[in-house]
């Protein structure tokens, strides 16, 4: 009965503590009430995950026991308190480290990463708690021994927290101008020259959606990457654009969680405002109240105490739901269909919350089926087409399966004669996960990458290191990038990425910034736009549709990617997004007509 005391005692300190930090964490408010339902779901997952350390420490016990160090009858309280702390403690370890990436010792153990080292904290954590169990004897000699593997324990995980925190990570920073060069360089694609004056006056009457604005978003595309592809000739269309525009890093303030970035490039607003913190949140479904950020350690995806992923792992009983991460703001086609403007936003994965749940919109929007999830669209008509495409389980389907979607995206572009369009694909980011290789194959050390001076040994490293497969996404997204220019040749491009890739095991966990090339009529060619946040673009679209600015957004206009100054207006608010489910309603009938006749519908 004392133990069963001692057990609660612990379950519930960690369950007030968790429930501080989220009600300080979230925009709330919760309310008595809420903090009260909030703090209940956090007892039952404090008692089903101490439930499991308990476990262990029975079974420590009797090891205890059975190697005579200590009789089962003489095992002090401090055992269960000192080995329930210590567990929790690990637990705590375990789930700071960003993926535990300095236990690799293979290539061939990539997917690994998080299995090693979570083995090792466990391993350190039971060894806390197998010398809590004889810490207490009455032998000097056991005792000294408990001490000094207690010590062992303790510096484990000491040195696997902070070794994992330190900055060895290691990405190539192009001189933009050398991009620049490159391009100039390379071979020119067959991409058909702009019918639009230079001077920036765009001609937005076109049926087909000529003049509009494109947005072109590459999960994961890399200076890094690209720039030694477009020397080699490898990548046409985007030195074309390189060459017509105007280039940039887009600095992603130190974020590397797609979820979290992609909602900043389309609405202007960081984190904290936009409210997407993560994939999902939790509804507590009794008082209604809202949990959006379950403590996430920036600028890595894990977070604090694992409750993130302990919500999706202990059953609920009913005591929470988990629900989409829906932003507290609106996004930029949002805004343009406020305006009257037509916006076809079509993404190839439903795995982003800035454009889930698809909801009505001056056009449509479309997310197409794939190996993430099923498909949605608005209007609901365009579903079947969603439905049709699909890129199977291999990279070699998703490569295929990126141009269809393309080709499909094109379509709607025209059949809904865009004012904005917007076209995203985890393409890239998914295959470079998958075999970004720079690890040696032959040895436990990572690759060694050259001093910083040395750009030909950069290049090479990337040319003789990098997948083929890799290679091959970068490729794709190339034709796909020549397939927008063929289309819509009087557009205006804006090509973004959300994050590079560093040459190590982290990935992109030391948040690389991610690319941004424009080009179109009133562009500037040939230049270089230093300074450019992923809080910026949404404020940029929206000067290039003349549309009003807001003093709400974080960002700015990037003025110096423009020929000429943009005549800014202001409104006080945009507003915020309704929470409405997607309906064929809203959707001009006439619209609906073409879309069947063309067989895009039934």
Partial sequence: MRRLALFGGVCAVVAVFLTVLLVAGNPGPFGILGTAELLGSLLWISVFLNGCFAVVLIIVERVVRLMGIRRLDDVPDAYWVSGLVSANVAWVCINYLPLLQIWETSWRLHLSWALLGHATMLAAGTLLMFCAGILWGKSRRPSSVAMALFAVGLGLMFAATVWSRVDARRHRVYDLDDVMAAAARSPEADVPATTQPATGDVDNTSPTGQGAVI?????????????????????PHF???????TIGYLDNNDESFTWRIWPTIFSGHEVPDHGVYGPLKIVLPRTGAEVPNLLYNRPENNSLYGISGLYGLVPSLGLWREAPNDPFVKMVWDVASDYQKNVVVAQMFNNLPFARPVHPVNGAMITFAGPYSGPQAFPAELLPLAEGQSGGDTHAGLLDWTGQVADSTIDLFRQFDIDLGVYYTHTIDGITHDDWNFISRDS?????????????????????????EV???????????????????????????????TYSPFLHKGSPDGLLIMTGPGVREGAVVSGARTRDIAPTLAALLSLPQTEENDGEVLTDAFIAPKELTYVDTYGKPSRVDQSAEAVDPQLLERLRALGYIR
Avoid: C, N
């Fill in 215 to 235: 947005v072109l978003g590459i999960d994961g595309a890399d200076w890094q990457v690209v720039t030694p592809l477009v020397r080699a000739g490898k990548l």
């Fill in 239 to 245: 030195a074309e654009m390189i060459r017509r525009g």
């Fill in 471 to 501: 290679f091959h996404s970068y490729e794709v997204a190339d034709r796909v990038v020549g397939k927008f220019l063929e289309a819509f040749p009087d557009a205006t491009f804006v090509l973004i990425s959300d994050h590079g890739w």
């Fill in 444 to 468: 436990l050390w990572l690759v060694d990458p050259p001093p910083e001076s040395d750009q030909e040994g950069w290049e090479r490293l990337v040319l003789e290191r990098l997948d083929e």
